[in-house]
């Protein structure tokens, strides 16, 4: 990643990812009802736009806006100066963009590389000539007629366009995969491109979801999901235009560990997954206590999303279980209960046959929340941390 988009994912990540407050999810849904009906992926694209910035305080907005006028004055006069059409598709080639810092391995689903002769693995790549096809910029100039002004939406766009322009120009497949991109506001725009030119846009679930207001409006080709139950979040409470969603059982939610004769050496441990600050101070006093009864238990940070500093703060160095050192299965097999409030590993634990249990103590405005943003566990066999203690 270069240095300009880790700055601006610093600047944003912390509004999106949103730990501290627990949204209000009929006000959502009172929002949603507000925005007209898009007419096409463009003003799909526009209302997943303002549903971001619902995220993203005023002022930040504002900021972006003013910086992006400036970035598309210098972009634009070389992004269109070779406007050639995208060659025609290869026929059954799978193009599969990959994340640096989450693999595919076990979310992959099992069908999809089997539609296709040959499936390509990059990682995701941003452009540097930056021209659009012509297929492209005729999308991008109706961007702006709909929407001068703003020129942050603008310029998602005409970075988004040119990107999968590049990827089609340079290995033409029949299909491109994504994931983690359910938040991408221009994710529509994207799947028009692909369609234009007789593609399709593809993506697949890479974990258990909550429902997001940031997720609605996305559109691809086929969406491949876990469980029917998001078919209906998608459908009817986010606005998705997705033209074919296929269920699936990747390896992820697959039994393949059996870890039924292997005797627990700890009695719980809490999977992080996003807590606030408070939920993490509040779990180190209930995890302190369970020490001082004798309990073994341990907490895994989530690499990605978890307080790494005030967890190291808050328990003893001997109950903090590094991820990148303990393999899920064998930290699975070492535990009676796990923990967490709504981490896919919740589900992984229903499904190898160890006792998932939710957190209804750290932060109990969250946890009443898990039912109305649709948390797939509460639907099977679980405890509550209350339970167990």
Same mark, same amino acid.
């Given at each position: 990643?270069?240095? +300009?988009?880790?700055?601006?994912? #610093?600047?944003?990540?912390?509004?999106?990812?949103?730990?501290?407050?627990?949204?209000?999810?009929?006000?959502?849904?009172?929002?949603?009802?507000?925005?007209?009906?898009?007419?096409?992926?463009?003003?799909?694209? =526009?209302?997943?736009?303002?549903?971001?910035? #619902?995220?993203?305080?005023?002022?930040?907005? #504002?900021? @972006?806006?003013?910086?992006?006028?400036? +970035?598309?004055?210098?972009? @634009?006069?070389?992004?269109?100066?070779?406007?050639?059409?995208?060659?025609?598709?290869?026929?059954?080639?799978?193009?599969?963009?990959?994340?640096?810092?989450?693999?595919? &391995?076990?979310?992959?689903?099992?069908?999809?590389?089997?539609?296709?002769?040959?499936? @390509?693995?990059?990682?995701?790549?941003?452009?540097?000539?930056?021209?659009?096809?012509?297929?492209?910029?005729?999308?991008?100039?109706?961007?702006?007629?709909?929407?001068?002004?703003?020129?942050?939406?603008?310029?998602?766009?005409?970075?988004?366009?040119?990107?999968?322009?590049?990827?089609?120009?340079?290995?033409?497949?029949?299909?491109?995969?994504? =994931?983690?991109?359910? #938040?991408?506001?221009?994710?529509?725009?994207?799947?028009?491109?692909?369609?234009?030119?007789?593609?399709?846009?593809?993506?697949? %679930?890479?974990?258990?979801?909550?429902?997001?207001?940031?997720?609605?409006? %996305?559109?691809?080709?086929?969406?491949?999901?876990?469980?029917?139950?998001?078919?209906? %979040?998608?459908? &009817?409470?986010?606005?998705?235009?997705?033209?074919?969603?296929?269920?699936? !059982?990747?390896?992820?939610?697959? &039994?393949?560990?059996?870890?039924?004769?292997?005797?627990? /050496?700890?009695?719980?441990?809490?999977?992080?997954?996003?807590?606030?600050?408070?939920?993490?101070?509040?779990?180190?006093?209930?995890?302190?206590? %369970?020490?001082?009864?004798?309990? &073994?238990?341990?907490?895994?940070?989530?690499?990605?999303?978890?307080?790494?500093?005030?967890?190291?703060?808050?328990?003893?160095?001997?109950?903090?279980?590094?991820?990148? /050192?303990?393999?899920?299965?064998?930290?699975?097999?070492?535990?009676? =209960?796990?923990?967490? @409030?709504?981490?896919?590993?919740?589900?992984?634990?229903?499904? /190898?046959?160890?006792?998932?249990?939710?957190?209804?103590?750290?932060?109990?405005?969250?946890?009443?929340?898990? =039912?109305? !943003?649709?948390?797939?566990?509460?639907?099977?066999?679980?405890?509550?941390?209350?339970?167990?203690?």
């Amino acid at each position: 990643m270069g240095i +300009v988009q880790e700055i601006y994912k #610093r600047f944003i990540i912390g509004d999106i990812k949103n730990t501290e407050g627990e949204p209000d999810v009929e006000e959502w849904r009172r929002f949603l009802d507000s925005l007209p009906v898009p007419k096409d992926p463009i003003d799909e694209a =526009y209302n997943k736009y303002r549903c971001r910035l #619902r995220y993203v305080p005023g002022r930040k907005t #504002r900021l @972006l806006n003013f910086a992006s006028f400036f +970035v598309l004055g210098s972009l @634009l006069p070389r992004m269109r100066g070779r406007k050639d059409r995208l060659p025609t598709a290869e026929a059954s080639r799978l193009l599969l963009e990959v994340k640096p810092d989450v693999g595919t &391995k076990d979310v992959l689903p099992p069908e999809l590389p089997q539609q296709y002769g040959e499936m @390509l693995e990059i990682p995701r790549e941003f452009a540097k000539s930056g021209v659009l096809s012509e297929e492209a910029y005729e999308l991008y100039r109706e961007v702006s007629r709909r929407y001068p002004k703003e020129y942050y939406f603008r310029l998602w766009a005409l970075r988004e366009l040119s990107n999968h322009t590049s990827y089609i120009r340079k290995y033409n497949p029949s299909a491109t995969a994504v =994931y983690i991109c359910e #938040r991408n506001v221009v994710g529509p725009i994207v799947y028009e491109l692909y369609r234009r030119s007789g593609r399709k846009y593809i993506s697949f %679930m890479h974990g258990e979801y909550l429902l997001q207001l940031i997720q609605a409006y %996305m559109h691809f080709s086929e969406f491949y999901v876990w469980d029917e139950m998001y078919v209906d %979040m998608f459908r &009817k409470d986010l606005n998705c235009g997705i033209d074919r969603y296929i269920v699936t !059982r990747p390896l992820k939610i697959t &039994k393949k560990w059996h870890l039924e004769d292997i005797v627990p /050496e700890y009695y719980c441990t809490y999977y992080f997954s996003g807590e606030s600050t408070t939920s993490v101070k509040t779990l180190a006093g209930v995890f302190g206590e %369970m020490k001082k009864n004798g309990r &073994k238990c341990l907490v895994r940070p989530h690499p990605r999303y978890s307080h790494w500093d005030l967890i190291a703060e808050c328990f003893d160095a001997d109950m903090i279980e590094n991820p990148a /050192e303990v393999t899920l299965e064998q930290s699975l097999g070492r535990t009676r =209960y796990a923990v967490g @409030l709504h981490s896919t590993v919740l589900r992984e634990a229903q499904i /190898e046959g160890r006792e998932a249990v939710i957190d209804d103590l750290s932060d109990p405005p969250q946890y009443e929340n898990l =039912y109305n !943003r649709k948390f797939v566990v509460l639907r099977g066999e679980h405890k509550l941390l209350s339970e167990i203690l």
